[in-house]
């Protein structure tokens, strides 16, 4: 038993018990807490041509600003906003059909298989992708032997619209996933009075089921966007010439040795994902999504 | 033994000898645990040749080699070796030449080199003697910090059976003919020196170095690339060494800048679909080149005789003509092509024909007037990737 009041205090009556809890404070802190301040505190080092040393300047943010980045970085959350309005469409009906049609002993079944994709790597996942949208690729190839054009379609892939397919190709489950967790909380005698009531099938998805499950959408918006301008695979792989993500940013000032550059874009995202939770909270009350399930 | 007179037989023998430990329970050259290892932290796909492993680079040395594998990126060397624990852990490292020396020397983790202490030292490219066009990129303030090990001028991959001829100009890449079927490398340093030497060598722009280039030349070539992707003249920039190989075989673009081993094994994958030949551009090519540098630990652990041995191997035609043939990567030694004529046993007919093919190519390509050598941490590099980034955006 600890003998200092302090001890005493934080470890409480339950002694290396209460410790337990702790942990994952600690975890958070060494782990989440730390490495974020850090970031913060070497985005305003001073930039040395090799590394960077202590001392207070902008100069990362204000290059960011005032170089392309900032357009790049705006072009990149513009495709990832896109990725996640074609993910909720495909994707949150999916989870809607599965929790309404499918029967309640084998609904988590039906979505386990959406994790099936998650075991295969995804650089693997998205190089898959060439071959079925390349010039002769196996959709180009469909399409012209049908007849429905004459040539290869490019703009399917190394274009924008390629980079938004691959997003959405590796981040859908999330809107599943999430979707289908909002969908769990919503009673079940909420769609049969809805059916008892004449509602067809798009006013009570429009007016009914959206507004209910609009915290887990939220979530699962958030995990498809943060990981569509975060993950640098897809704009390499899938992107036309030169395109970027902010992640992709990020490791091409790693690159170039521009320590604190990486870091002031890596907090501009960190940034633009608090605002983003902050507008989410506001409008859908976030808290939510941690309420048990009745 | 002399590295020039190693033979087939005793490469059998060393191989043998190699098995037989490995099936007792240890392989030399590969087991991080020894202890008196050379610890070398290097790119195990382009710096060893021989075998699967080290083994056969360990045993033409002479020492034990306790590799571990690393990648070409400047920024995780500088993180190891200048902040982190890199001359703890590692005797000897690889990078690329032509800065890396520079920012390590002065950052002083790394030693400086007795070059008498490497007797295949005088088989030397004249390159880089001092004063030579490569002589920077292995020394830091005129004393030698690191030994080549491979190099090579990069050039244009194209699809000989689709464009019909060979191209023998940069032009080429920015013909309008060919909108949306080029590509160039996602990589702000090499593609714009060789633009850099394409604009200058063709007279369309004054630029003095490509490869350090001045902030308002850097604009000049960064506007050029501009204006051709607005004009959809690019397909895209590839990045990394599968994704280059699959834009060549797949028949996605029929031309590419992109280094010597892509082309060799997008020729190998496209088979009878495409005829992928690597060319010579008339206007130059930048050149770079991998070295191989003693650490500040390595040696106070008293590892500097094997790292020289090591240095040794690497400017041995045996190793020159063995990297030669196998990713054509072009040898830091003089004598190869007498080395691979010598040995028949080592070397057949066939495989004696493609060496002295590739050899050939390459010293055509390495006599280009325009040719500039790679410039890792060019002095305006802020104005590199801050144009890049322009044209990333455009």
């Known amino acids: ?7 005493r205090h934080l470890a409480g009556e339950d002694g290396i018990r209460r410790w337990a809890f702790y942990v994952p404070v600690a975890f958070m802190v060494l782990f989440f807490a730390v490495p974020v301040a850090l970031t913060l505190v070497w985005s305003v080092f001073e930039r040395t041509i090799f590394w960077m040393e202590p001392g207070f300047t902008l100069d990362a943010y204000v290059n960011f600003f005032t170089s392309a980045r ?6 990149s959350m513009i495709h990832s906003a896109v990725a996640v309005v074609v993910a909720f469409t495909i994707g949150f009906p999916v989870a809607v059909f599965v929790r309404r049609r499918v029967p309640t002993a084998a609904q988590h079944r039906v979505i386990l298989l959406f994790i099936i994709p998650f075991m295969i790597s995804e650089l693997v996942r998205v190089f898959a992708l060439r071959p079925v949208l390349g010039r002769n690729g196996l959709l180009n190839s469909l399409l012209m032997k049908i007849g429905i054009t004459s040539e290869p379609i490019t703009v399917i892939l190394f274009s924008n619209l390629a980079v938004v397919i691959g997003d959405v190709v590796s981040f859908l489950p999330f809107m599943v996933f999430a ?3 909002a969908m769990e909380a919503i009673e079940r005698y909420v769609f049969e009075v809805c059916d008892d009531l004449g509602s067809n099938t798009l006013r009570t998805f429009k007016d009914v089921i959206v507004p209910l499950a609009a915290p887990g959408i939220f979530a699962g918006s958030v995990f498809i966007f943060v990981n569509s301008i975060g993950v640098a695979l897809v704009p390499t792989i899938l992107g036309g010439p030169g395109a970027v993500n902010a ?13 604190p550059l990486a870091m002031a874009i890596s907090a501009i995202m960190m940034l633009t994902l608090l605002v983003l939770l902050f507008i989410g909270h506001r409008l859908f009350d976030l808290t939510k999504i941690l309420q048990p399930i009745n | 033994m002399n590295q020039q007179q190693f033979s087939r037989r005793a490469f059998l023998m060393m191989t043998a000898a190699a098995g037989a430990v490995a099936a007792t329970g240890g392989i030399p050259g590969v087991s991080a645990a020894e202890g008196d290892a050379l610890k070398l932290w290097a790119n195990p796909g382009v710096h060893k040749v021989g075998a699967r492993d080290w083994s056969a680079m360990a045993s033409q040395a002479g020492i034990e080699i306790a590799a571990t594998a690393k990648s070409a990126r400047a920024d995780e060397s500088i993180q190891k070796m200048v902040v982190g624990d890199g001359n703890k852990l590692f005797d000897a490292v690889t990078d690329n030449g032509g800065g890396m020396e520079d920012a390590l020397a002065s950052q002083g983790v790394i030693a400086p080199l007795d070059t008498s202490r490497i007797p295949n030292w005088k088989n030397i490219l004249p390159v880089y003697n001092e004063g030579g066009p490569a002589d920077h990129t292995i020394r830091f303030e005129g004393q030698v910090f690191a030994t080549p090990m491979i190099a090579n001028a990069d050039s244009m991959s194209y699809d000989f059976k689709a464009l019909g001829f060979h191209p023998d100009s940069w032009a080429v890449l920015f013909d309008p003919e060919f909108k949306g079927r080029v590509a160039m490398q996602n990589d702000f340093g090499p593609t714009m020196t060789n633009t850099a030497i394409y604009l200058k060598e063709s007279g369309i722009a004054s630029i003095k170095d490509p490869s350090n280039m001045e902030p308002d030349e850097v604009r000049t070539v960064a506007e050029f690339l501009i204006e051709q992707k607005k004009k959809g003249q690019f397909r895209t920039f590839w990045d990394g060494f599968q994704n280059g190989v699959d834009l060549l075989a797949s028949g996605e673009v029929l031309m590419s800048s992109t280094w010597e081993a892509i082309s060799l094994v997008a020729a190998g994958r496209a088979g009878d679909k495409a005829d992928i030949r690597y060319g010579t551009m008339k206007e130059g090519h930048q050149i770079w080149n991998n070295i191989v540098m003693l650490t500040k630990g390595g040696m106070e652990r008293g590892q500097d005789q094997a790292y020289y041995n090591l240095a040794n191997v690497y400017l041995s035609p045996w190793f020159g003509a063995r990297t030669l043939g196998g990713l054509g990567f072009a040898p830091q030694m003089t004598g190869v092509e007498s080395y691979v004529k010598d040995h028949p046993e080592d070397f057949d007919d066939a495989m004696q024909e493609r ?6 190519s390459k010293n055509a390509r390495y006599a280009v007037k325009g040719n500039a050598w790679q410039n890792v941490f060019p002095k305006n590099l802020r104005a590199y990737t801050d144009w890049w980034a322009r044209v990333q955006a455009a």
Request: glycine share 6%; aromatic share 12%.
């Open chain 1, 1 to 7: 038993m600890a003998s200092h009041p302090l001890l």
């Open chain 2, 355 to 360: 060496i002295l093919r590739i050899l050939n």
């Open chain 1, 179 to 181: 979707g289908f967790l």
């Open chain 1, 247 to 259: 992640g992709l940013m990020v490791n091409q000032a790693i690159v170039a040795l521009d320590f």
């Open chain 1, 70 to 75: 900032a357009e790049n970085y705006l072009f």
